[in-house]
């Protein structure tokens, strides 16, 4: 009877992409979107590399596309960059070309 497989948990909502093969979550700069009230839209930015200022590319992206924005420290995800409307494709091309940063370390969510 110890044969059995199916009585070991597995969540089906889990990324799969998010654990490596030691088990340890890798480092994703994930950029999502909340909707707020009516159109409005936020843009969150979590998981930037500690190597770059958060205040300084906060002025940059506010300062690119013409949006204001805010800097939220949070006691699980650390520093969380939110930006007004959907800026979920200018920040990707951005932190690609001018942060060189890999297109496979970015992940996009949202609808």
């Known amino acids: 009877m110890s044969d059995i497989q199916n009585l ?4 089906p909502f889990a990324d799969l992409g998010d654990t490596g093969e ?8 994930h950029i999502r979107i909340q909707q707020r009230n009516g159109r409005k839209t936020l843009t969150t930015i979590q998981g930037l590399p500690k190597a770059f200022d958060k205040k300084r590319m906060l002025k940059i992206f506010k300062k690119d596309f013409a949006c204001n ?3 939220v420290e949070d ?3 650390g520093s969380v960059i939110q930006l007004q409307g959907d800026q979920r494709n200018k920040i990707s091309h951005l932190l690609i070309t001018e942060g ?4 496979k370390q970015i992940k996009i969510h949202g609808f």
């Open 8 to 11: 070991h948990s597995y969540d």
């Open 22 to 29: 030691t088990g340890e979550q890798q480092n994703y700069i």
């Open 69 to 71: 924005g805010t800097l």
């Open 100 to 103: 060189n940063i890999e297109k």
């Open 75 to 77: 006691e699980e995800l």
